[in-house]
C-alpha cells in the first residue's frame, strides 16, 4: 500500500510554468511504477506522463512532449512533473498514481493504477 498527496498546483499566466510533486507513504516507494493524469471539467481523466520504478524509462502524452518532464527521487519517495510552456488547455486537476511494479515498461491507462491522491489543480490563464 501507499498514500499519494499532490502538491505544486496553482494559477499561471499561458507560458509560464509550475513543477508538481507527489509524495509517497512507505519505505518500498521503488518498487512502484508511478503516474500523471490530468482531468477537466466535463472531460475524462487523461494520461500526462509515466515513469518505471527506477526511473530509467518515461513516458508522455504525445501532446506534451516537449513541455512536461517527469522525474523521481525513490530516496526521498517523491515523484516531480515540471510543467513548461503552460497553455490554457492544461488547465485541469493534476493526479499523481502509482502500481506495483518492478518491470521496465511504464503505463499509461488509468486502470493500470491502484493508488491514487487527491489531485492538485492548475489553472492556465489567457
Known amino acids: 500500500q501507499v498514500q499519494l498527496v499532490e502538491s505544486g498546483g496553482g494559477l499561471v499566466q499561458a507560458g509560464g510554468s509550475l513543477r508538481l510533486s507527489c509524495a509517497a507513504s512507505?519505505?518500498?516507494?521503488?518498487?512502484?511504477?508511478m503516474g500523471w493524469f490530468r482531468q477537466a471539467p466535463g472531460k475524462e481523466r487523461e494520461f500526462v506522463a509515466a515513469i518505471n520504478w527506477s526511473g530509467g524509462t518515461t513516458d508522455y502524452a504525445d501532446s506534451l512532449k516537449g513541455r512536461f518532464t517527469v522525474s523521481r527521487d525513490n530516496a526521498k519517495n517523491t515523484v516531480d512533473l515540471q510543467m513548461n510552456v503552460l497553455k490554457p488547455e492544461d488547465t485541469a486537476v493534476y493526479y499523481c498514481a502509482a502500481r506495483r511494479s518492478t518491470v521496465v515498461r511504464v503505463f499509461t491507462t488509468p486502470t493500470s493504477y491502484d493508488y491514487w491522491g487527491q489531485g492538485t489543480q492548475v489553472t492556465v490563464s489567457a
Open positions: 512507505g519505505r518500498t516507494f521503488s518498487l512502484y511504477a
